[in-house]
């Protein structure tokens, strides 16, 4: 189902603000600061039941303490959320879903969508850290499973962190049991995430090339890899050892050194690595490639179409990658956000126009 409507009250800049999307393709275009990026946050909130940009308390009008969103489909059913401030300063949400009301969005409930951003554009050669972000979400929005393993792995690292830099203060024996009991936790945990990801590995592998030699125009290969510290023969039983030899180092740095917060996910381009030899309009490309993969895998998974949301990412393309980019997602309802945008991607497209 097409999202027909969306209205947004008091949420970050906006007192009362409603718009009429097209099932096809809607432009939002503005200078910065005028909201565009916020009626994408209310989009998404509404398909997945959290915010792409953190806080929900951030999502509040300054001035006010509720702040609502709805969206209207195509056959008239509606989706709402109510964020609330209450008198300690914490934010309960309410979702109404279907006419139940629930404090989270069912999982059941959850409704594909992918957004596109410019700085994913540029992952290739940034931290491994925010790579490992890219990946994890995607992986959050296709298996719910790992979403919450991902947050008990980041429960237990925390807990893991504190009795490292406690060492001094509590008796060896004791020390030593308290966290070899966390280290099972750990390590059970690790090994899903880390299968997880080897799958997606897998999985992005026997596709990415025809995805990016279809946005370049001509035959490449791309390849990924899944870069870890740990040897993947009897994975867990090596982990639990590399934790094990390393504690007292980490005791002393104060931080878990090894496991699935470290590792990496390398590129290639041609068999060579993509962050080596890859122009700008190649790593953009590859990046597009992983997202169009991400719309294929969100339709086979919920079993229909993606929404798509594009925030600004045209600043960062060429004109070819424009076309070709429009071309893959024809099939799909797109919101596009940009200060301008050129004139041929405006034909057949809604516009709105934010002051």
Request: with cysteine; net charge neutral.
């Amino acid at each position: 189902m097409a999202i027909r409507e969306i209205r947004v009250k008091n949420v970050r800049s906006y007192e009362l603000y409603s718009a009429i999307l097209d099932p096809h393709v809607t432009l939002i275009l503005g200078r910065n600061g005028t909201g565009k990026t916020t009626l994408l946050e209310g989009l998404y909130y509404l398909m997945q039941g959290t915010s792409f940009r953190g806080r929900d308390r951030d999502m509040i009008a300054y001035d006010a303490t509720t702040a609502d969103i709805l969206t209207v489909d195509d056959s008239g059913a509606e989706r709402r959320a109510r964020l609330a401030v209450d008198p300690d300063d914490k934010v309960k949400k309410t979702f109404s879903l279907d006419s139940r009301q629930a404090l989270r969005m069912p999982v059941k409930s959850r409704l594909p969508v992918v957004l596109f951003e410019p700085d994913e554009l540029r992952l290739l050669t940034s931290s491994p850290q925010r790579r490992r972000q890219f990946f994890d979400d995607i992986l959050c929005r296709l298996h719910p499973a790992y979403a919450t393993a991902l947050s008990r792995y980041s429960r237990v690292l925390l807990q893991r962190n504190e009795l490292l830099k406690r060492q001094q203060d509590i008796e060896p024996a004791m020390w030593d049991a308290h966290l070899f009991a966390w280290d099972v936790n750990f390590v059970e945990l690790a090994g899903t995430i880390v299968r997880l990801r080897r799958d997606f590995v897998a999985s992005s592998n026997e596709r990415l090339s025809r995805l990016y030699s279809s946005m370049a125009g001509a035959p490449h290969e791309i390849t990924a890899e899944y870069v870890t510290a740990t040897p993947q023969t009897n994975y867990s039983q090596s982990l639990l050892a590399q934790l094990e030899s390393r504690r007292h180092g980490d005791a002393l740095r104060g931080f878990t050194s090894v496991g699935p917060h470290r590792d990496d996910i390398s590129v290639s381009l041609d068999a060579h690595a993509a962050s080596e030899i890859a122009s700008r309009g190649e790593m953009r490309t590859i990046m597009l490639a992983y997202k169009l993969l991400e719309v294929e895998l969100q339709r086979e998974a919920y079993g229909t179409d993606p929404l798509i949301l594009m925030d600004d990412v045209f600043s960062e393309l060429d004109s070819i990658r424009e076309r070709h980019l429009m071309h893959a997602l024809e099939p799909y309802q797109t919101v596009i956000t940009a200060t301008d945008l050129r004139d041929e991607l405006k034909i057949s497209a809604k516009i709105i126009t934010l002051k």
